[in-house]
Structure formats: C-alpha cells, structure tokens
C-alpha cells in the first residue's frame, strides 16, 4: 500500500496542495497554543504545518517515506517545526492519553474493520477532554467523482459516526455538498461530512 502512495506523491508540486483544509481551518478556534496534535495520514503536511503554525506540537504520521519528506520540506519553507513519522497507522504506536487534538483529514484508505480498529486507536489517543476533527466523504461522493476511495463501504454517514463516537460529545456533525479545491486530487463539487467530538 504504502509503495502505491509513494508512486502517487511522486509527483512535482503537491498533490493536495500546501493549503490546509477548509473544514480545518474553519476550527481555529479551538485550537490552543502548546497542546498536542495528531494529524493522521497528514501526507505531504499540508494539515500539520498549518497545526504547527497556530503553535501546536503536532506529530504527522503517514505510510509514505515520500510525503512524510515533502511534509518535512513545507514545515522549513513556512518556519514551523513538525515531528514525523512513517508508519502503517494501523500498526502503530497510538499511545493512550497522549494527544490533546487529532485532526483526522480524509482518511477513508481504511475499510470498515479498519476503521473501527482507527476510531479506537483515536478515542485512546486522546487525553479526556480531547478533541477529534474529522472530515470524509458520504457515500454520495461516488456519483461526483471527485476525490477519494471508490468504495461506498469506507466512506462515512451521519448515522455511522453518531453510532460510533455516541458516548462522546458531539460539538458539530453535518453533511453538506461544497466545492473543493485541494491540489488535483481533491477538486471539485464534493459530498463531505463533518464531525467536531470531544472525547470524555
């Protein structure tokens, strides 16, 4: 898998941009100087740099060496430092109550095992009072053909993840159509679904 990404990030520029993600970006505010982030599958850095820029310590874990290496290069050109990592996140060391935010961008790679083994890793990671900022794709995304998996089953809905984080508090969870306009593999109209959740 990790060799298939590597082939993907090869590419000259960035293949989701150097900008951070709008939903991210529309959650500044709670965002606190000095706390701990986890952007998970952050690839080239896009998500982590910007974290790093509003003075959080974030770690950026991805599979690929490649987009780990682009992740590190943005970090030096936007004067930020950033701690990364490659690994197979679902193999990795997640730590427990480890992390004050994880910032979870697109990371529909995994199927639905997976990623009930992801959301537990998550819900571990995260100290009490943690907060989990995650955007996907709704299975509708199949019909526009604008970024993200091919599979109906790794994509999310409204009821799955109320189902599974239904013992946290739910801030914020909506979905809604939007244009995208992430590099060139995220461009275009867009089915997506947010969720703000604060862990116990």
Same mark, same amino acid.
């Given at each position: 898998?990790?060799?298939?990404?590597?082939?993907?990030?090869?590419? +000259?520029?960035?293949?989701?941009?150097?900008?951070?993600?709008?939903?991210? #970006?529309?959650?500044?505010?709670?965002?606190?100087?000095?706390?701990?982030?986890?952007?998970?599958?952050?690839?080239?850095?896009?998500?982590?740099?910007? #974290?790093?820029?509003?003075?959080?310590?974030? !770690?950026?874990?991805?599979?690929?060496?490649?987009?780990?290496?682009?992740?590190?290069?943005?970090?030096?050109?936007?004067?930020?430092?950033?701690?990364?990592?490659?690994?197979?996140?679902?193999? !990795?060391? !997640?730590?427990?109550?480890?992390?004050?935010?994880?910032?979870?961008?697109?990371?529909?790679?995994?199927?639905?095992?997976?990623?009930?083994?992801?959301?537990?890793?998550?819900?571990?990671?995260?100290?009490?009072?943690?907060?989990? @900022?995650?955007?996907?794709?709704?299975?509708?995304?199949?019909?526009?053909?604008?970024?993200?998996?091919? #599979?109906?089953?790794?994509?999310?809905?409204?009821?799955? #993840?109320?189902?599974?984080?239904? +013992?946290?508090?739910?801030?914020? @969870?909506?979905?809604? +159509?939007?244009?995208?306009?992430?590099?060139?593999?995220?461009?275009?109209?867009?089915?997506?679904? +947010?969720?703000?959740?604060?862990?116990?």
């Amino acid at each position: 898998m990790s060799s298939i990404w590597d082939e993907r990030y090869a590419m +000259d520029g960035y293949l989701f941009g150097t900008q951070p993600n709008a939903f991210l #970006l529309s959650q500044q505010a709670f965002l606190k100087q000095g706390t701990n982030c986890l952007a998970v599958a952050d690839g080239e850095g896009r998500n982590g740099v910007w #974290l790093a820029e509003q003075g959080l310590r974030v !770690w950026s874990v991805d599979m690929s060496a490649v987009a780990s290496a682009k992740a590190k290069r943005l970090a030096r050109q936007r004067g930020v430092e950033l701690k990364t990592e490659v690994a197979d996140l679902l193999n !990795w060391e !997640w730590g427990d109550n480890r992390f004050d935010v994880v910032a979870a961008i697109f990371i529909q790679f995994a199927g639905p095992e997976q990623r009930e083994q992801m959301f537990g890793y998550i819900k571990r990671c995260l100290k009490p009072g943690g907060l989990l @900022l995650l955007q996907g794709y709704t299975p509708r995304q199949l019909e526009y053909g604008t970024g993200g998996p091919p #599979l109906a089953e790794n994509l999310y809905t409204e009821p799955m #993840l109320r189902s599974a984080f239904a +013992d946290w508090g739910i801030l914020h @969870l909506r979905e809604h +159509d939007d244009v995208i306009n992430e590099g060139v593999a995220h461009h275009g109209m867009s089915a997506l679904i +947010d969720l703000v959740a604060r862990k116990p």
